[in-house]
């Protein structure tokens, strides 16, 4: 094994830019949802978002199936919990969210946890992975600049 050089021995690479994405919030359509139906959420990518990050890591002490616990059954608590998770720490609002009647639904973290649950499996996966993806974030409004339910600023997809 190869030791680690003495980073004073290193080049100096300070040049090279570092993509700052916290506090910043993007939009992302669910036309499955509504027509016009989209969600605003911040990045969630690992070293971006620590609350989440820390909650997952917290959440993953807990995600061995139980002694009496079938694998199948671990692994849909795991991915409730990634709902939830989703909701909380990266969903900030959302626009056009219509309930089965065609209402409005006001958003909260606890019915985004249930929207995350009703979206089909390959749009919450493309949902997530927007989200993660660091470059999805340039240019973006600053989160300390929305408030409440997202009616503020509506850049993005």
């Keep these: 094994m190869s030791e680690t050089p003495d980073p004073a021995s290193l080049p100096d690479f300070s040049h090279v830019s570092r993509q700052k994405v916290e506090g910043k919030l993007r939009w992302f359509s669910i036309p499955c949802v509504a027509p016009k139906a989209r969600v605003q959420g911040r990045c969630a990518h690992q070293s971006s978002n620590l609350p989440l ?11 061995y199936p139980k002694p009496d616990e079938k694998d ?40 985004a946890a249930g929207l995350l649950r009703a979206l089909p499996e390959i749009v919450f ?7 993660i993806l660091p470059r999805n974030f340039e240019g973006e409004i600053d989160a300390a600049a929305v408030s409440g339910n997202s009616s503020a600023g509506s850049s993005g997809s």
């Design 72 to 111: 199948w059954e671990a692994i849909a608590r795991d991915r409730s919990r990634s709902f939830d998770l989703f909701a909380e720490h990266v969903l900030v609002g959302w626009e056009g969210v219509v309930d089965a009647k065609g209402e409005p639904v006001a958003f909260s973290t606890a019915t």
């Design 53 to 63: 990050s820390a909650a997952q890591l917290r959440a993953s002490a807990t995600s």
């Design 125 to 131: 996966q493309d949902l997530r992975v927007f989200f």
